[in-house]
């Protein structure tokens, strides 16, 4: 591989000259586009990055791709396997197919972009993450979610936002049913802009409504403990 | 002639208290009927349970030939994470501090154990609410904690730190998370751990993104290739049922596995819990030797120990039984300051005495350890709680040291089970040495 040639094989490369040429690159690296072939599955797959480049992936990856990811974009041209950008600091990560459980697990800021559906748990213990979510999310999606927002433009499967804290939910379509201590709660214009600027940095501005929406968020009545709230 | 009868009380018995429905028994009833809820509290099990005291080494006499103390060389090094790791830890002794977060104690208690620690060469380990500035500065080998709640992690101090330990389970609380109620969620607790201020928090049980061994292979690949593989990767578990929870931490790719028994300590736990889930750290040790025996990995996977360690006899009875370091959480505290007599007349106004003080989730430490509240914290000189903590942990590694050299070895880590007996037919069957006086070891052979 050389400093012009940023496509990486990974029928001939290893996961671990892939991501060891990542996390070299410095901040102002001219290096700034790299596309990855044949990732079969494999897990891991651009984890730890740690500077503005773009990482385009075609095919599918397997677990943790872009895990803790930081300012890198991380394009997956496939559909990823569980915990997709996990604990993602910053940055963007946008998965073009479905994604697995856990997606966004734990992640601290930037946006995850999932064009399909997510599995299970999407957006478990979220700490600030932006999730936009083009299709469907499976059951116990953003529980604990702590900071962030989730935004679905399907439906919701059973228990959406169990033992929420402060993570905000908007979702487009039904909610087979919310978790312990979720509810729905207003929208108020306030909520409608902020739902609008995160359509909009997930490139769907103009093209949906924001007005067919309904926000979830914690009812706050787990927060102190309490024998009555015992489950 | 009859003379009259005097008078007497018919004789009584002492009043007896029933062994079952003791004081504590008694006070435990009237509590949960006064108030619902179950008792929460700090430290570890309380109850008495077959131990390292039940133990005792044979030294060296005629068939053995035993070293000079102060002159001959014993070493107490140990290497931590050689499996995989490229830069595995180097200790100087094999005693270790173990994760404790930042919010169950102060910053100043936090910087004590790392300044004592690295007095001593050796480690000490964050817990369940992220890395402290004071402690990274503070620890010349900081073991970041990896827990289901992933409070505060972040790959900036994940590349920060010597090593990483995923932690499965606690001894304390086996299948349980972390507590921390809100008298303890300060606005700096809080914002590491973007959570309101003040509310009673409970950290999630299982991880959020794996479940069960093979995912686990899976996640410390993960972590090993954001940190490029330099760091060591520890599995910690709590002392359930350690012969399969080490082989599968050890199929799962661990450098190092940390065992918790029963009676490690906790920041805030349910007392049921602390008391009646998990065995104790002596019946964890050899199962969990054995596991990596027979998967060829017996100090190739470092093994560390922990619940309950005390002193430097403790420390040896672990080595010989296969470990290869231990750690400690509680009695690093007491060397710190933690339920010293000093304070009696605080423990009093809380309703206790020095040496029972265990109400650690309310944050009113008169040591001011297991605290945030600052006029509290203030009371621990970082410094000298610190030089506290290295004197103890000095003396244990030289109590380690007496003992190995008068079982004959040149190194701690040549202790072996053969230099044990036990007191107690328990210990003999839990530890695998034969009963002082006898060559039975209970279930592996005739009387
Ligand atoms: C105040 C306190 C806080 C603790 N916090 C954590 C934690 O955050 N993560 C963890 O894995 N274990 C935690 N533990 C358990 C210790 O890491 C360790 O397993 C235990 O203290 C060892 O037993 P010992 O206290 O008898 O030495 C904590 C223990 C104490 C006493």
Redesign the pocket.
């Known amino acids: 591989m050389t400093a012009q040639d940023l496509t990486i094989d990974l029928a001939s490369t290893t996961l671990r000259q892939l991501n060891q040429a990542l996390h070299r690159l410095a901040p102002d690296t001219n290096q700034r586009y790299w596309r990855v072939l044949n990732p079969r599955g494999g897990h891991a797959l651009a984890a730890g990055l740690d500077a503005p480049v773009k990482v385009e992936i075609d095919g599918h990856v397997g677990y943790y791709c872009a895990g803790m990811n930081k300012l890198a974009t991380v394009i997956v041209n496939g559909n990823a396997g569980v915990g997709v950008a996990e604990n993602m600091m910053s940055g963007l990560v946008h998965v073009r197919g479905d994604a697995s459980q856990a997606a966004g697990a734990t992640a601290h800021g930037g946006m995850l972009v999932i064009d399909g559906n997510a599995s299970a748990r999407c957006g478990i213990s979220m700490k600030g993450i932006d999730i936009v979510v083009k299709g469907s999310i499976g059951h116990m999606s953003a529980f604990m979610g702590q900071a962030g927002t989730l935004t679905v433009l399907g439906d919701a499967g059973e228990a959406l936002g169990d033992s929420l804290y402060e993570a905000r939910l908007f979702v487009r379509g039904s909610v087979a049913s919310l978790g312990a201590d979720c509810v729905e709660k207003e929208m108020r214009d306030e909520h409608r802009a902020e739902l609008g600027a995160r359509l909009e940095a997930a490139g769907l501005a103009g093209t949906v409504d924001v007005a067919e929406f309904r926000r979830y968020g914690s009812a706050r009545q787990l927060y102190n403990f309490h024998i009555d709230n015992v489950y | 002639m009859t003379q009259d009868r005097i008078p007497r009380p018919s004789p009584h018995t002492v009043p007896r208290k029933s062994a079952t429905f003791d004081d504590y028994t008694l006070s435990e009833i009237r509590r949960a009927a006064a108030t619902g809820i179950y008792d929460i509290r ?1 430290g ?1 099990a309380k109850r008495k349970v077959p131990h390292f005291d039940d133990l005792l080494f044979l030294g060296a006499s005629v068939s053995r030939y035993p070293l000079e103390g102060y002159r001959e060389r014993c070493g107490t090094d140990v290497v931590l994470g050689s499996r995989f790791a490229s830069k595995p830890i180097d200790l100087k002794i094999p005693i270790t501090i ?4 930042f919010g ?2 102060s910053a100043q208690a936090k910087e004590a154990l790392g300044r004592g620690a690295s007095a001593m060469g050796t480690s000490t380990t964050t ?2 609410g992220g890395m402290t500035a004071e402690e990274r500065g503070h620890s010349t080998k900081l073991v970041y ?1 990896y ?1 289901p709640s992933r409070y505060g992690m972040n790959p900036d101090d994940l590349r920060k730190a010597d090593a990483i330990e995923i ?1 499965i389970g ?3 609380k086996p299948g349980g998370g ?1 507590m921390l109620l809100g008298q303890k969620i300060s606005p700096r607790v809080a914002a590491m751990r973007t959570l309101p201020e003040g509310i009673d928090q409970r950290s999630a049980c299982r991880h959020p993104d794996w479940t069960g061994p093979d995912d686990l292979e899976i996640k410390i690949l993960e972590l090993r290739e954001i940190t490029d593989w330099e760091k060591p990767i520890y599995v ?1 578990v709590g002392a359930a049922r350690p012969y399969y929870d080490i082989a599968l931490a050890v199929k799962a790719g661990a450098d190092v596995v940390v065992l ?1 028994g029963m ?5 805030a736990t349910q007392e049921v819990f602390i008391e009646n889930v998990g065995i104790p750290t002596l019946a964890a040790i050899r199962p969990a030797v054995k596991a990596l025996q027979d998967l060829g990995m017996h100090r190739k996977v470092q093994l560390i120990i ?4 005390r002193n430097g006899a403790d420390v040896a009875k672990c080595l010989a039984l296969g470990a290869d370091a231990v ?5 690093a ?1 007491v060397a710190l300051g933690d339920n010293d007599p000093a304070y009696a007349d605080d423990y009093a106004e809380l309703g206790t005495v020095p040496g029972a003080y265990d109400d ?1 989730h309310e944050g009113n430490d008169p040591a001011g350890i ?1 605290t945030q509240r600052p006029e509290l914290a203030a009371r621990l000189d970082p410094e000298r709680a610190g030089r506290r903590l290295a004197n103890y942990l000095s003396v244990m590694a030289l109590e380690a040291q007496t003992i190995a050299r008068a079982c004959g070895k040149s190194h701690v880590h040549n202790l072996e089970p053969e230099d044990l007996v036990a007191l107690s037919i328990e210990a003999a069957a839990m530890a695998g040495v034969p009963l002082a006086g006898t060559d039975w070891i209970p279930g592996r052979g005739p009387f």
């Open positions: 700090g570890g173990a994760g404790m977060s169950s104690l817990g369940d904690q827990l932690v606690q001894g304390a972390g910690k918790d009676q490690g300590g906790t920041a922990s619940g309950g360690i750690a400690i959480g509680t009695a505290l650690w297991t």
